[in-house]
C-alpha cells in the first residue's frame, strides 16, 4: 500500500513540464492544463509561463551565450541552483514553512511551460526526475507564418531574422530535433492540430498521461482555426519531423 508520505514525495518530483517550439499552442495547452487543475505557477506572464521558470532558463541560455532564437542546450554550470521545496514554493508563492506543509499535503499537481524548456530539459530532469513531459507539435510551416506575423504585432517579442518564414522554419526544426532526441523521459509527443480539432483518441492519451479530466477546459479554450499555410517551399515537405507527424 503507498502512504500517503509516499504519494506526497511523488507529486512534489512529477511536475509536468510542457515544451515545445514557440508559436505551437504551447500558451493554450498551459491554460487548459491550469483550469483542470494543474497548477501552472502563481505568477506567470501573458503566454501563460511561470515567471519564475522562465527566467532560470532565460539566464542559463544568456550564460551560454545563447537564447531562445538561438538555442542550444545550456551546461549545468549555467544554471542558478535552487532547491526543490524552494521551487515548489515560488511556484504556489507560499510564505513559511506551515502553510507549505498544507500544499504539499494537499497533493496538488503542479507544472510549468516554457519553449526554453525544449533546451533545459536534462537539467530539470535531474531536479524532477519523475516529470511527465508534454510535447506539443504544431506544423512547421504554420510557426514560420506565425512567426512571422508575431514581428508585425506591437509590443511582442520581436526579431528580424523571422520576417522570412524559411528562417522561422529552419527554427522549429532546431527546436523538433531537440525534443524529439530525448528517448529517455517519460515524455507524450502530441499534435497541437489534434487538440483544436477535438479529435478523441488524442485527447483520451492526453488525459491518461496526466490522469486529468482535460476535455471539458479544452473544448472551452480551443479554438478550431483553420491552417494558415496555403502554399509552401518543396523543401518542407522533405524535413523529417513534417514527413514523421504530417505525411499522408
Given at each position: 500500500?503507498?502512504?500517503?508520505?509516499?504519494l506526497?514525495?511523488?507529486?512534489?518530483?512529477?511536475?509536468?513540464?510542457?515544451?515545445?517550439?514557440h508559436?505551437?499552442?504551447?500558451?493554450?495547452?498551459?491554460?487548459?492544463?491550469?483550469?483542470?487543475?494543474?497548477?501552472?505557477?502563481?505568477?506567470?506572464?501573458?503566454?501563460?509561463?511561470?515567471?519564475?521558470?522562465?527566467?532560470?532558463?532565460?539566464?542559463?541560455?544568456?550564460?551560454?551565450?545563447?537564447?531562445?532564437?538561438?538555442?542550444?542546450?545550456?551546461?549545468?554550470?549555467?544554471?542558478?541552483?535552487?532547491?526543490?521545496?524552494?521551487?515548489?514554493?515560488?511556484?504556489?508563492r507560499?510564505?513559511?514553512?506551515?502553510?507549505?506543509?498544507?500544499?504539499?499535503?494537499?497533493?496538488?499537481?503542479?507544472?510549468?511551460?516554457?519553449?526554453?524548456?525544449?533546451?533545459?530539459?536534462?537539467?530539470?530532469?535531474?531536479?524532477?526526475?519523475?516529470a511527465?513531459?508534454?510535447?506539443?507539435?504544431?506544423?512547421?510551416?504554420?510557426?514560420?507564418?506565425?512567426?512571422?506575423?508575431?514581428?508585425?504585432?506591437?509590443?511582442?517579442?520581436?526579431?528580424?531574422?523571422?520576417?522570412?518564414?524559411?528562417?522561422?522554419?529552419?527554427?522549429?526544426?532546431?527546436?523538433?530535433?531537440?525534443?524529439?532526441?530525448?528517448?529517455?523521459?517519460?515524455?507524450?509527443?502530441?499534435?497541437?492540430?489534434?487538440?483544436?480539432?477535438?479529435?478523441?483518441?488524442?485527447?483520451?492519451?492526453?488525459?491518461?498521461?496526466?490522469?486529468?479530466?482535460?476535455?471539458?477546459?479544452?473544448?472551452?479554450?480551443?479554438k478550431?482555426?483553420?491552417?494558415?499555410?496555403?502554399?509552401?517551399?518543396?523543401?518542407?515537405?522533405?524535413?523529417?519531423?513534417?514527413?514523421?507527424?504530417?505525411?499522408?
Open positions: 500500500m503507498i502512504s500517503a508520505f509516499d506526497i514525495h511523488h507529486r512534489l518530483y512529477s511536475p509536468v513540464i510542457i515544451i515545445g517550439m508559436r505551437s499552442g504551447t500558451s493554450m495547452l498551459a491554460e487548459v492544463l491550469h483550469k483542470s487543475g494543474i497548477h501552472m505557477g502563481e505568477d506567470r506572464d501573458h503566454n501563460f509561463e511561470a515567471l519564475h521558470f522562465l527566467s532560470i532558463n532565460q539566464r542559463a541560455m544568456w550564460e551560454a551565450g545563447a537564447d531562445w532564437y538561438k538555442p542550444i542546450r545550456p551546461p549545468d554550470e549555467c544554471f542558478e541552483h535552487h532547491s526543490i521545496h524552494e521551487l515548489f514554493k515560488i511556484h504556489f507560499i510564505h513559511g514553512n506551515r502553510k507549505y506543509l498544507f500544499h504539499k499535503l494537499l497533493n496538488k499537481p503542479w507544472g510549468w511551460k516554457d519553449p526554453r524548456n525544449t533546451f533545459t530539459l536534462p537539467y530539470w530532469l535531474q531536479r524532477f526526475p519523475k511527465k513531459v508534454i510535447h506539443l507539435i504544431r506544423h512547421g510551416w504554420d510557426v514560420a507564418l506565425s512567426l512571422q506575423n508575431r514581428n508585425t504585432i506591437p509590443g511582442e517579442v520581436h526579431h528580424p531574422e523571422l520576417d522570412d518564414p524559411m528562417a522561422g522554419f529552419a527554427l522549429w526544426n532546431m527546436y523538433m530535433s531537440q525534443a524529439m532526441s530525448y528517448t529517455f523521459a517519460d515524455i507524450l509527443h502530441i499534435r497541437y492540430e489534434d487538440l483544436i480539432q477535438h479529435k478523441k483518441e488524442q485527447i483520451n492519451q492526453l488525459e491518461s498521461f496526466l490522469n486529468v479530466k482535460i476535455n471539458p477546459q479544452l473544448s472551452a479554450i480551443a478550431q482555426t483553420q491552417r494558415t499555410r496555403k502554399r509552401y517551399p518543396d523543401i518542407i515537405d522533405q524535413n523529417e519531423w513534417i514527413h514523421r507527424f504530417y505525411s499522408g
